[in-house]
């Protein structure tokens, strides 16, 4: 209570409206989610009306590793959830990126420079030579009758005979082919690898079959082109997938396998028993030596792997005669899936000691802050140059040099991919956002629990994204090669720091800082259980966030992501006052105190230290109030006397706080004292909810302080330290004897 009145005193003259320009940093989000509705409701959850789309599919391929090339049949099975009729269906024709139609080269800018290397003429002329895209021979329905369609680059319109009704479904047959592209110089998510030495192909095959574009309540169709950056939109459905390849093939998939007693050899089966059992280490199932052979030879007999999968929202595989394969099982709390690797030679001895381990250790520590793995089986496939995930399956680089040996680098870099794609299984294949609009929502998510993972179990990686400090250079970087996080996929700058590196710079500030890892945690695991396995959009995931916490995190969501503000606080005034002591009684000195300045502050405007002594200030008698009859009737009893000896060694601190970066955020104060000891106060962000530029705040001590700094420990992304420390140092390396540890 004493301090509420001292506080009254000093700060009174001080409180005006001197607050600059106001552009709502500190606002609500308002307007800027859309509207709550029975689909998706106020709270962030799924509402009581919510419905998606379900596709499933049969799928028969055979890989031709002759020419290169797939065909494919299939019967896909979609179920009308939505509360529409629909007259038409889009299916999503993603091989034709590389169709002679495609806009994918025509929208890229290039320029021709003095000196060119073939990699660079090649990125111009090679659209031109490969003949990509799917050649699409036949879309009929149910009974084989043919069914009106139009192609539309990347998408494929097929028009229904009469409209398909809510509630029901629909059976359609697509048959097509197309040439896979040499993954090397062609790039892609998808492809294969030509080793020359041997003569093999591994290819690791994607977006490989018409698939059902999305209906949903948010957009309608999501039929964005693709264009190559804009990742996926899909539903969910089962799969049953029959894959026709060369005998001496090995078969990673999606899914389970059905038929592994006609496709592998006995002592395979055996090893994969054993691996179901082998939960602290990988089982070799198919060894290097074996591998090796098969490199040598070409069989002419063909094998068809059969896999099922269930509730799945897309499907992949990769196949070799190349590859040997591990695998071991994962302890979850509840189910022990199969952690699964499949590389070539030219992966190990990295591969077999590092893969499958990263699988189950992302599954372990995901499946804590998430929901619990719920798949079969999780498989990493050796994959050069690319990272590129799938349910269940992913494609990961990190390939040693040929005599075996490899650096720090590429040990990390491999970890931390298959860490990143086997996460990629949570966001977005579970929780399966629009991925076509918003590369945040999976990406950004799940660098995030990647930097968790890496901290839990690999200590000795040096982290890449996920901490404050990591996000620093970019945020003080030029505006103009910075957009919002908010920004659709195809039209991001700096793609790495704006979708990955600076939402998981946010969530662990909100983690670490604003919310507390409890609270954080469990809104995170709330978020993720409410959406697994549903299709959440930004505002589902901001307000459950907030809606689990009891945080008002707008300001956060604000800044963060709908901006491209950077923090940069600045500690910009400190004023030193002490209370004089009258040497009469208090109320001679009534009359005195009304002509006394305190606030002028002369003693204390040099920024590079303390005054050599306080400003002081007189307190005055508690003046009944002209305007306030209950202010008089609480005042009556106020004993100024006890006030003024309870406060008389107090140091008085004004501090003035200059927002200089735009984003608002939290100030958190060390203060150094005389004696040597040390203090933190953390200020929460609502300090600035009624002036955004700047605020100034009085901190009574009775300890002298002989120093300040904002964010001791660089937890908040501050590009501009020199200005958070009083006294001020001009050499910014002495900043980091004012910290405890931080990194
Ligand atoms: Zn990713």
Not at 76 to 84: K, L
Not at 132 to 158: C, E, H, Q
Not at 353 to 366: D, F, G, I, M, R
Not at 452 to 468: C, D, I
Request: proline residues 5%; glycine residues 6%; charged residues 25%.
């Amino acid at each position: 209570m004493q301090r509420i009145l001292i506080g009254l005193l000093v700060l009174s003259p001080l409180v005006g409206f001197t607050q600059g320009e106001w552009n709502q940093k500190f606002e609500q989000l308002g307007t800027s989610l859309p509207t709550a509705n029975s689909y998706r409701n106020a709270s962030g959850a799924p509402g009581k009306d919510y419905w998606q789309q379900r596709a499933d599919y049969v799928i028969d391929a055979e890989l031709n590793d002759e020419n290169q090339s797939l065909t494919g049949k299939e019967t896909i099975t979609y179920f009308n959830n939505s509360p529409d009729q629909l007259s038409y269906l889009w299916l999503q024709l993603d091989q034709n990126m590389r169709s002679k139609s495609s806009d994918t080269p025509l929208i890229v800018e290039n320029e021709m420079t003095k000196a060119m290397s073939g990699r660079d003429i090649q990125k111009i002329v090679q659209e031109y030579d490969f003949d990509g895209g799917f050649k699409i021979s036949k879309v009929t329905d149910a009974n084989g009758k043919p069914l009106k369609y139009m192609i539309n680059k990347t998408m494929m319109r097929v028009d229904l005979p009469s409209p398909l009704q809510s509630g029901e479904q629909i059976s359609l047959n697509v048959d097509w082919s197309y040439n896979i592209q040499d993954r090397m110089p062609l790039g892609g998510r998808s492809g294969y690898e030509f080793f020359p030495k041997d003569g093999n192909y591994l290819y690791t095959i994607a977006q490989w079959f018409p698939r059902m574009a999305v209906y949903d309540d948010m957009e309608g169709w999501q039929h964005k082109q693709f264009l190559g950056r804009g990742e996926f939109a899909l539903e969910f459905g089962n799969y049953k997938v029959k894959l026709t390849v060369p005998a001496d093939f090995v078969v990673a998939s999606t899914g389970e396998l059905q038929n592994p007693n006609q496709v592998l050899t006995k002592a395979q089966l055996t090893k994969l028993e054993e691996a179901k059992q082998s939960f602290d280490k990988p089982v070799i199932i198919v060894s290097e030596e074996e591998a090796r052979k098969a490199e040598q030879k070409r069989a002419s007999a063909k094998k068809t792997w059969e896999y099922h999968a269930s509730n799945v929202r897309d499907f992949a595989f990769a196949a070799s005669r190349k590859f040997i394969w591990d695998a071991q099982a994962v302890q979850l709390e509840t189910k022990t899936p199969l952690a699964m690797s499949y590389y070539p030679k030219e992966g190990n001895p990295l591969w077999e000691k590092e893969s499958t381990k990263a699988v189950a250790n992302t599954l372990k520590t995901y499946s804590r802050h998430t929901v619990e793995y719920p798949y079969p089986v999780a498989i990493s496939v050796h994959s050069a140059s690319i990272g590129m995930e799938y349910p269940m399956i992913c494609f990961n680089f990190g390939r040693p040099n040929e005599d075996g040996s490899y650096t720090d680098a590429v040990k990390w870099g491999m970890i931390g991919v298959i860490i990143h794609e086997v996460g990629h299984n949570f966001f977005p294949m579970i929780i399966n956002s629009d991925e076509r609009q918003w590369s945040w929502m999976d990406e950004g998510l799940d660098t995030f629990v990647q930097s968790l993972t890496e901290k839990e179990h690999y200590p000795a990686k040096p982290l890449k994204r996920g901490e404050a400090r990591l996000i620093v250079d970019y945020m003080k970087g030029d505006k103009e090669g910075i957009r919002p996080i908010m920004t659709n996929s195809e039209q991001i700058l700096q793609f790495g720091e704006n979708a990955y590196a600076k939402p998981a710079a946010a969530l662990s500030i909100l983690r670490e800082t604003i919310m507390g890892p409890e609270l954080f945690d469990y809104a995170f695991k709330t978020y993720s259980e409410r959406w697994a396995f549903k299709r959440p959009s930004p505002a589902d995931f901001f307000r459950t966030m907030e809606d689990a916490s009891a945080v008002d995190l707008d300001w956060f969501w604000k800044g963060w992501f709908y901006t491209t503000d950077h923090v940069d606080l600045s500690l910009s005034k400190v004023k030193w006052f002490k209370m004089e002591i009258p040497e009469n009684e208090i109320e001679n000195k009534a009359k005195k105190s009304k002509k006394a300045n305190i606030s002028s502050g002369e003693k204390n405007q040099n920024l590079m230290d303390f005054a050599q002594e306080a400003e002081t200030f007189y307190m005055t008698e508690t003046v009944p109030s002209a305007v306030s009859k209950r202010f008089n009737e609480f005042m009556n009893k106020t004993d100024d006397q006890g006030i003024m000896k309870a406060n008389a060694d107090r140091n008085f601190y004004e501090l003035t706080f200059e927002n200089k970066g735009g984003l608002v955020m939290p100030i958190i104060l060390q203060w150094t004292y005389e004696d040597g000891s040390v203090e933190r106060e953390y200020i929460p962000a609502e300090i600035w909810k009624k002036n955004e530029n700047v605020v100034t705040k009085v901190f009574a001590k009775f300890k002298k302080v002989t120093n300040i700094v904002i964010d001791p420990e660089k937890e908040t992304a501050d590009v501009a330290i020199q200005n958070n420390v009083f006294p001020r140092i001009e050499n910014n390396s002495r900043f980091d004897q004012f910290q405890n540890g931080g990194e």
